[in-house]
């Protein structure tokens, strides 16, 4: 009786899971400010510096978009629609276009580089440098994600509403203004989305195409992980896509002993200069 009461007060939730309650308001707080400012600074100077101090937090939400397209945030279909503007407008990704790209195609098949949706190694057998693959990946990423989903028209559907919406709403804001517009969006969802292309090479580039447990990169930083929510245990990831995020350290702990020691690395600047534990 008990476990009845339970699972229906977890169907009522807003939430699938409570630990999202936090990043959430954080990331709405984040879009808020980003509309007060676009809506009330007219001095350039200040839009300018806003829009630089927001990049590096659009690039870290970045992370939050992609664990939200794995296993979204809300029970509520309108509310999972509803953050992916916010998302789409803050990281240039909009709706179900990593759940094609990504969740549909790179996960399938990441350990075949001649299949990989988000292949690091060329055509020619070498391994892509950083920019090379960033910007081929970014500039397919939209296309590919069009093309699978015609064996899903439901997901499609979604993909294509969302993506107009989001054009429309640039489209206003451009219309409205143009300057504040093109620094406090266009410019940051552009970069962002760079950047998410960028990371999963990191993840991946040079690992091994066989083995499941050496197949990506791990990163065991405190700060890292909390800022974007336990990437860095992307082996776990990798095998348990379906997992929340906040139960990745748990899994992880299961399976860290055969993981290579060289798929364990630093994060990189900026983030190594925050502490590590």
Same mark, same amino acid.
């Given at each position: 009786?008990?476990?009845?009461?339970?699972?229906?007060?977890?169907?009522?939730?807003?939430?699938? *899971?409570?630990?999202?309650?936090?990043?959430?308001?954080?990331?709405?707080?984040?879009?808020?400010?980003?509309?007060?400012?676009?809506?009330?600074?007219?001095?350039?100077?200040? #839009?300018?510096?806003? &829009?630089?101090?927001?990049?590096?937090?659009?690039?870290?939400?970045?992370?939050?978009?992609?664990?939200?397209?794995?296993?979204?945030?809300?029970? +509520?279909?309108?509310?999972?629609?509803?953050?992916?503007?916010?998302?789409?407008?803050? $990281?240039?990704?909009? +709706?179900?276009?990593?759940?094609?790209?990504?969740?549909?195609?790179?996960?399938?098949?990441?350990?075949?580089?001649?299949?990989?949706? &988000?292949?690091?190694?060329?055509?020619?057998?070498?391994?892509?440098?950083?920019?090379?693959?960033?910007?081929?990946?970014?500039?397919?990423?939209? &296309?590919?994600?069009?093309?699978?989903?015609?064996?899903?028209?439901?997901?499609?559907?979604?993909?294509?509403?969302?993506?107009?919406?989001?054009?429309?709403?640039?489209?206003?804001?451009?219309?409205?203004?143009?300057?504040?517009?093109?620094?406090?969006? #266009?410019?940051?969802?552009?970069?962002? *989305?760079?950047?998410?292309?960028?990371?999963? *090479?990191?993840?991946?580039?040079?690992?091994?195409?066989?083995?499941? *447990?050496?197949?990506?990169?791990?990163?065991?930083?405190?700060?890292?992980?909390?800022? $974007?929510?336990?990437?860095?245990?992307?082996?776990?990831?990798?095998?348990?896509?379906?997992?929340?995020?906040?139960?990745?350290?748990?899994?992880?702990? $299961?399976?860290?002993?055969?993981?290579?020691?060289?798929?364990?690395?630093?994060?990189?600047?900026?983030?190594?200069?925050?502490?590590?534990?």
């Amino acid at each position: 009786m008990t476990s009845r009461l339970s699972s229906t007060r977890k169907g009522k939730s807003l939430f699938r *899971y409570e630990a999202d309650r936090l990043p959430v308001a954080i990331f709405v707080a984040f879009f808020v400010a980003d509309l007060v400012v676009f809506a009330t600074v007219s001095a350039w100077p200040l #839009v300018i510096a806003w &829009s630089f101090l927001s990049v590096g937090p659009k690039m870290l939400i970045c992370s939050w978009n992609h664990h939200h397209q794995h296993v979204p945030f809300f029970n +509520s279909g309108l509310c999972n629609r509803l953050m992916e503007v916010i998302f789409g407008l803050q $990281t240039g990704a909009t +709706s179900n276009v990593w759940v094609l790209h990504h969740n549909m195609g790179h996960h399938d098949n990441y350990l075949d580089q001649t299949k990989d949706e &988000s292949a690091w190694r060329a055509p020619d057998g070498r391994v892509m440098p950083a920019h090379e693959y960033t910007f081929k990946l970014a500039l397919s990423g939209y &296309s590919c994600a069009f093309r699978k989903s015609e064996d899903h028209p439901e997901i499609r559907r979604v993909l294509v509403v969302m993506a107009a919406l989001h054009i429309a709403l640039l489209a206003g804001l451009l219309a409205i203004n143009a300057f504040n517009a093109l620094m406090i969006f #266009v410019i940051p969802m552009v970069l962002s *989305y760079l950047m998410t292309c960028r990371h999963t *090479y990191d993840h991946h580039a040079g690992c091994s195409e066989e083995n499941e *447990y050496a197949a990506s990169n791990n990163i065991m930083h405190r700060w890292y992980n909390i800022l $974007t929510g336990n990437l860095g245990y992307h082996t776990a990831h990798h095998l348990r896509p379906g997992l929340h995020w906040s139960k990745l350290p748990a899994f992880h702990a $299961t399976i860290a002993d055969r993981i290579p020691a060289e798929n364990f690395r630093a994060p990189g600047l900026p983030m190594d200069l925050l502490p590590a534990r």
